[in-house]
């Protein structure tokens, strides 16, 4: 069975970094569609950023501030946070597809088959 582990979250002041990692046990990324997605309390989750086809998607909110990137030695993908604001608190999931069920809504939670727990990110103004 895959699972995805998120880490790296926690507290960090307004304008700092945060990098969020993700790992998969049971599979490998090299050939699936990944996203990240965030959840803020009483609210949907939403798309965050995406790598599928070996481009990056970003939602409008986090474009020029965040970014996604994935190593494939370490089977890895990574979120890299800067100019971090307090609306970016959330929690944050690793969401991951197979390339080849992957239809092109990246920014669709729907897309995904395989979901992290999540890991908690505040940031305080």
Known sequence: Q?????SGGGLVQAGGSLRLSCI??????SNDAMGWFRQAPGKERVFVAARAG???YYADSVKGRFTISVDNAKNTVYLQMNSLKPEDTAVYYC????QSYYSGSYYSAREYWYWG???QVTVSS
């Open 54 to 56: 070996g481009s990056p």
């Open 95 to 98: 969401a991951a597809v197979p």
């Open 2 to 6: 895959v699972q995805l582990v998120e």
């Open 24 to 29: 998969p046990s049971g599979r490998t990324f």
């Open 117 to 119: 727990q999540g890991t």
